[in-house]
T-cell receptor, first 113, second 111 residues
């Protein structure tokens, strides 16, 4: 299967700990997105990469959040000093250049105790 | 900042009926309006999409109606089936850089 894969699928952590999520996009897609989804809400845009360049970052992304996409392939999203309000599903999506459709992974669910 | 407003929050339809979900947007720079379908435990998947140069697009049982002057668009699911039970999100974007999603509609189709 060559879809978007995310790891881990579930993460439970204690408040104050750091967590990192990984996303492997569809190989020929040069655009990669991170979204956050809380229960009963639509996905909220966090950040966007074109190849290795991070082109936009939402105001929702506090200083505790950082995302990277070295070499324009996989991406990581790190959350430092987690808070209970960070509990959510973190979705990664990719798309080819110029296309509107987003191809989502199944998400990484974070629970902060 | 919610730029795409979706209604209703939830919808119950009898099997064979028509499901209608509505969305309104504010930013006239949006040029692509997709609908995504999400099942529990899965990521959203594109269902159907429209660009503002057409007023309607149909794919099988799914139709998007688009009203540019009113800045509104809607999804119609004809002959709704229990397998259509899912959460539906309308969305909008400009040039594929940042897609903004509505809050979602939970559809339940009764058998």
């Amino acid at each position: 299967d060559t879809g978007v894969s995310q790891d881990p699928r579930h993460k439970i952590t204690k408040r104050g700990q750091n967590v990192t999520f990984r996303c492997d996009p569809i190989s020929e897609h040069n655009r990669l997105y991170w979204y956050r989804q809380t229960l009963g809400q639509g996905p909220e845009f966090l950040t966007y990469f074109q190849n290795e360049a991070q082109l936009e970052k939402s105001r929702l992304l506090s200083d505790r959040f950082s995302a990277e996409r070295p070499k324009g392939s996989f991406s990581t999203l790190e959350i430092q000093r987690t808070e209970q309000g960070d509990s959510a599903m973190y979705l990664c999506a990719s798309s080819p250049q110029g296309a509107g459709e987003l191809f989502f992974g199944e998400g990484s669910r974070l629970t902060v105790l | 900042q919610q730029q795409v407003k979706q209604s209703p929050q939830s919808l119950i339809v009898q099997k064979g009926g028509i499901s209608i979900i509505n969305c309104a947007y504010e930013n006239t720079a949006f040029d692509y309006f997709p609908w995504y379908q999400q099942f529990p435990g899965k990521g959203p998947a594109l269902l159907i999409a429209i660009r503002p140069d057409v007023s309607e697009k149909k794919e099988g049982r799914f139709t998007i109606s688009f009203n540019k002057s009113a800045k509104q668009f809607s999804l119609h699911i004809m002959d709704s089936q229990p397998g259509d039970s899912a959460t539906y999100f309308c969305a909008a974007d400009t040039g594929g850089f940042k897609t903004i999603f509505g809050a979602g509609t939970r559809l339940f189709v009764k058998a």
